[in-house]
């Protein structure tokens, strides 16, 4: 039986948006954890270190950010928002290959990850990448293990379905340890800690468990 052939691309582009120019201003790079796209929008989830006074100004300043929300958890800072998009999201899932998280923003460029089965997918990605006015910097791929790509493109797919709500509360429950036995916070301090009511950050635990579970196939 031939293998499946499956192949993972590093695409790098000279990027001006919203995102790349926050890691311009505060002379960083950071990972995009949730990257969800409609075609027009961009949503996104990303975490900084709590650092960065005029982050707030900073992103008053980028046009394309619709909207955001900034949360101090610990001695970190999660965003989560909208953005207009610049189409490279839209590119690869359009040309069927998946985008794999996380999208790594550094000043004035991103790069995105993504598989797909077919060499000819990677070059109808790059040329709608291309035709809607990005540069790109680089493009690298290499051929992969099935099972360990099939994983990543599982991790992302749930990712792409939570809403940005429902992964920020279930990332920040995760981290801080309320999922372990025994708990180490109690579900009264992770509303505290996400300036959310109990009532709220309950219905986003449960919803996104319900959503992991309905992806389960049960035997």
């Excluded at 994983?151 to 429902?166: D, L």
Aim: hydrophobic fraction near 40%; glycine fraction near 4%.
């Amino acid at each position: 039986m031939n293998s499946v052939k499956v192949y993972k691309s590093s695409l790098v582009v000279k990027s001006y948006c919203g995102l790349a120019n926050i890691a311009n201003e505060l002379n960083t790079k950071f990972n995009v954890e949730f990257v969800s796209n409609n075609g027009k929008k961009t949503f996104f989830i990303f975490r900084l270190k709590n650092v960065y006074p005029n982050i707030k100004k900073v992103l008053e300043m980028q046009e394309d950010v619709i909207d955001y929300n900034i949360r101090a958890i610990g001695d970190q800072i999660l965003i989560s928002g909208s953005k207009w998009s610049h189409g490279v999201p839209i590119s690869i899932y359009e040309n069927g290959s998946f985008l794999l998280t996380p999208v790594t923003i550094r000043p004035r460029e991103e790069e995105f990850r993504f598989a797909t089965f077919s060499k000819v997918n990677i070059r109808k990605v790059i040329k709608a990448v291309k035709r809607r006015g990005n540069v790109v910097n680089s493009l690298t791929y290499s051929q992969c293990d099935y099972n360990n790509i099939m994983s990543e493109i599982t991790k992302s797919f749930y990712s792409m379905n939570f809403t940005s709500n429902q992964l920020m509360v279930i990332k920040a429950a995760y981290e801080m340890g309320f999922f372990e036995w025994p708990r180490k916070i109690t579900l009264n301090e992770l509303s505290e800690a996400l300036k959310l009511d109990e009532t709220t950050v309950s219905y986003y635990l449960r919803n996104a468990q319900k959503k992991v579970f309905s992806n389960l196939e049960w035997s």
